[in-house]
């Protein structure tokens, strides 16, 4: 396949592109199990290859895939590129320009102990079904256990002179319970496994119970909502869990800071950003608290995949520092726009966040590892027992966020209420809302490295067609002032 690249890329120069890159999916398997009241739900095992090229000709791009791999294939596919390029260019508002990077021949390894895709269906489902065993209650309505295993082997050849090979191991796996509580109103509890980053990501991490096996913890407090007070509307201290915190992190800095978002790309779809060329540098974002990151280095996680689609290097991006705005999401042709655009220049550097879904996707700017990094305010009791009147808040229930990301309303699965410095009880159907900049401004207390997980994401939306991407965010458990609830 290396030797077929080489000889496509060839080709493309001939045909007097400014530069052509071609990413070959050689495996692409896909595997999903669930289980729901005791039973198979549902089981699925795709395995494809196939490839995308990308040429960039007469200032516009111009993109194809094809899942024929013969070589004549290939060098069709590539001038069905070339004429996209061409039709393309006579629409284009700005040439296209690409950033400088450097050549790379080198590979990338998920780390990963058991490849799940060597373990029988047979095995995979009983452990599942154990699990789904646990969680179940007579007073509950549903319940079941999940895992997805992708395995990728990525080979992308460039222009540039760069030949990169990627084999890729993710794993997203989870579990849930619903209910009907004493109003006739559906409860649930769900988890989601977080990842390891001293770790390794494989069929070891479904097995080990620390991990994994939280069903009881979870059908106890699906339990206690059943009965639980509603929410109380008040203006009060809220104090995230990780997951809560990564959704928190996810809608209002990951994507307000997508630089193709910020550009005005993504309008028509997934929306804008309330953050300008000139905030860069100027924007007190949060408090200074404060500090965040878009890190493709970060071990062990779905969002660290060595290279991106532009075949630059995985960085660690400081977006915020100190609660102000530094840097954002990038690729290579967005950084060159945004300073033309702003007349100076603000990005030195692709973020390599530039990354499609598969092969017969175009790659546009998409989150790797978005976190926040840990603070000093101690553990989660050390924030708790600090905290006069609050909730403590976790699991996205449902999610609402404007459309440039200026402002949300979340509801929580389960929330506990604080009173000076204690948990009193359990709360039900726990909301809060908030202006994204004033919420990040209030950010008051960041828990220490004992508050903080890497929390997968695996289905998040973007683009035109829509792509599916998987990442994570690693995010401490945070506390905010004086945010409303309850509405």
Request: charged fraction near 25%.
């Amino acid at each position: 396949m290396l030797e077929k690249a080489r000889k496509v890329i060839s080709y493309l120069k001939k045909q007097g592109v400014e530069y052509a890159d071609i990413r070959l999916h050689e495996l692409d398997e896909e595997e999903s199990i669930s289980t729901l009241n005791g039973d198979i739900e549902d089981y699925q095992l795709n395995n494809k290859q196939g490839y995308g090229i990308r040429v960039l000709m007469n200032g516009a791009w111009g993109f194809s895939s094809s899942e024929i791999m013969t070589l004549e294939a290939m060098k069709s596919t590539g001038d069905t590129a070339i004429e996209k390029a061409q039709s393309a260019s006579a629409f284009i508002k700005q040439p296209i320009i690409l950033a400088k990077k450097e050549t790379i021949i080198d590979s990338y390894y998920s780390p990963c102990e058991i490849d799940p895709f060597t373990i029988s269906a047979e095995e995979k489902i009983t452990r599942l079904l154990t699990l789904d065993k646990q969680l179940q209650h007579e007073k509950f309505e549903y319940s079941g256990v999940h895992c997805h295993f992708y395995k990728r082997h990525i080979l992308y050849v460039d222009s540039d002179g760069s030949e990169i090979t990627r084999h890729l191991m993710e794993i997203d796996a989870g579990f849930f319970a619903d209910a009907l509580d004493k109003d006739g109103h559906k409860q649930r509890r769900s988890f989601n496994m977080p990842q390891n980053t001293e770790g390794t990501t494989g069929w070891e991490n479904i097995i080990n119970d620390q991990q994994f096996d939280h069903t009881l913890r979870i059908r106890d407090e699906l339990l206690g909502l059943l009965d639980a007070p509603l929410c109380e509307k008040e203006v009060c201290d809220v104090i995230l869990l990780p997951e809560m915190m990564a959704l928190q992190t996810h809608e209002t800095i990951g994507h307000a800071l997508e630089l193709d978002r910020i550009l005005g790309y993504e309008l028509s779809y997934a929306g804008g950003s309330h953050v300008e060329l000139a905030d860069f540098g100027n924007l007190q974002f949060g408090s200074n608290k404060l500090n965040a990151r878009a890190d493709g280095t970060l071990a062990n996680s779905p969002g660290s995949i060595g290279f991106d689609d532009d075949g630059v290097k995985a960085r660690n991006v400081t977006l915020i520092e100190n609660g102000q705005l530094q840097d954002a999401i990038t690729s290579r042709q967005m950084i060159m726009e945004a300073n033309a655009k702003a007349g100076r220049q603000i990005f030195d550097l692709s973020g390599a966040t530039c990354r499609s879904q598969n092969y017969s996707n175009l790659p546009i700017e998409r989150m790797n590892n978005i976190n926040v990094d840990f603070g000093c305010d101690g553990s989660l009791e050390k924030i708790i027992a600090s905290t006069e009147n609050g909730l403590l808040m976790e699991t996205p229930r449902s999610w609402s966020i404007g459309s440039n990301r200026e402002n949300f309303h979340f509801a929580t699965e389960i929330a506990w209420k604080i009173k000076d410095g204690q948990i009193q009880h359990m709360v039900r159907n726990a909301t809060y809302r908030g202006d994204s900049l004033p919420f990040w401004r209030s950010l008051d207390k960041v828990g220490d490295q004992s508050t903080w997980e890497l929390q997968p994401v695996f289905h998040c939306g973007k683009g035109q067609p829509n792509q599916i991407m998987r990442l994570a965010h690693g995010v401490p458990a945070c506390r905010f002032s004086q945010v409303q609830v309850g509405e």
